[in-house]
């Protein structure tokens, strides 16, 4: 089975049936501009490559398992399921700008195990195919149709370092910015991670438009281990290097994450060894309220008046600051909150890689 997203194999299936090449292109057209609607594109076809196409295409390689919606705030959580029944969610986040997000996930599970996250308490069941990564934008703007919406920005910011899937993450933006497929515009898209420094410089390289948005989370190498297990790899000397390698190559801003942590990350030192590290690099940091989650009780997310003190810190050494609430916490859809807790309510067991 080929998938509609593989271009190649989609092209030349295309030609083995002699197809000619504008029914290929109406085609392709049909199924992404139009919300992803396989019969619809299949109908543009003539025989006999409409059957073959419909025997050998996968269009759809995850099953929508729910939907849910947010009674606080804009956000839609979409729970699927793999062949293999393992759950990824995606959620849809309704921006007040009216401009609509979706947060994709990269992986089942995460080999990061950030200790505030609970994806990252789940471990690592494998990686996801870019088919089923793009497949979460495919069925969202499926459903968005009906509210007449389609996603304008994309953030690889759910399940996943999307990072530790580089090959099919990159095999899926290619798709995006194919201007047969998607064509979306890569300033709109934003991919997240932990700190993989190799891999954000070919990341940049590869993509200079693309947004990088780092988690830093801690500029103090001993608290960053603490929390972050992925820094006893990579540790703050060499990303920030990455760091002035990206923007030396992009040009653009890069997006710092920061999670406030009460007594962990958020005291007046914490902030000026921020200020400290960032010093000379274009950031712009996203401050984050942390999302309390069952499996790490140790953590307690700042309260006001440390959240503002830190930020009042960062703005004061000229560092443009902003907080960002997640949406979504009603419905377990907010930041580090993805699929554990459904695992949870179904007590699935996740099959765990080697
Ligand atoms: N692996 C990528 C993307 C995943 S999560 C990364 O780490 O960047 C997106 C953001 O949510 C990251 O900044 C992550 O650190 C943060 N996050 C994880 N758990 C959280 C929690 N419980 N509360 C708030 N933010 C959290």
């Known amino acids: ?26 085609f392709r057209k049909v199924f992404y501009r139009k919300q ?6 299949l109908a543009e076809l003539p025989e006999p490559a409409r059957s073959e196409f419909a025997d050998q295409i996968v269009f759809h390689p995850l099953r929508l398992e729910s939907r849910h919606d947010s009674q606080l ?51 690592i069941a494998r990686n996801l195919s870019a088919a089923e990564i793009l497949d979460q934008l495919v069925q969202a703007n499926q459903l968005l149709a009906a509210e007449n919406r389609t996603v304008r ?31 979306l515009n890569p300033k709109r898209i934003m991919v997240s991670t932990v700190g993989i420094p190799a891999a954000m410089v070919r ?10 948005a ?45 999670l406030l942590l009460e007594n962990v990350n958020d005291s007046p030192e914490d902030a000026l060894a921020l200020v400290d590290y960032l010093r000379g ?3 712009h940091i996203n401050l984050i309220p942390y999302n309390p989650i069952a499996e790490a009780p140790e953590f307690v997310g700042s309260d006001r008046k440390h959240r503002e003190s830190f930020s009042q810190t960062l703005k004061q050494a000229g560092l443009p600051v902003t907080t960002r609430y997640s949406l979504g916490a009603d419905i377990a859809a907010a930041c580090g909150q993805l699929v554990r807790q459904e695992h949870r309510q179904r007590s699935a067991r996740l099959p765990v890689a080697p």
């Open 153 to 183: 920005n994309l953030v690889f910011m759910g399940m996943g370092e999307p990072f530790h899937n580089e090959e099919q993450l990159f095999a899926a933006l290619d798709v995006l910015f194919d201007v047969s497929c998607f064509n």
């Open 73 to 123: 705030d804009g956000a839609s959580k979409l729970l699927f399921r793999t062949s293999q029944e393992l759950l990824i969610e995606s959620v849809i986040l309704r921006m007040t700008t009216g401009r609509t997000a979706l947060c994709l996930s990269t992986q089942v599970g995460c080999a990061a195990h950030c200790g505030f996250c609970a994806t990252g308490k789940m471990g």
């Open 214 to 258: 780092l988690s830093l989370h801690s500029a103090r190498q001993d608290v960053r281990r603490r929390i972050m297990p992925i820094s006893e790899r990579h540790s703050l000397a060499e990303l920030r290097e990455a760091l002035e390698e990206v923007v030396a190559i992009q040009q653009h801003l890069v997006m710092i994450e920061y």
């Open 281 to 283: 690099i274009p950031v």
């Open 203 to 212: 990341c940049a390289t590869r993509y200079p438009d693309v947004r990088m």
């Open 36 to 41: 992803g609607d396989a019969s619809r594109s």
């Open 1 to 26: 089975m080929i998938s509609i997203h593989d271009v190649c194999a989609v092209d030349s299936l295309g030609s083995r049936l002699k197809l000619d090449p504008y029914r290929l292109r109406q």
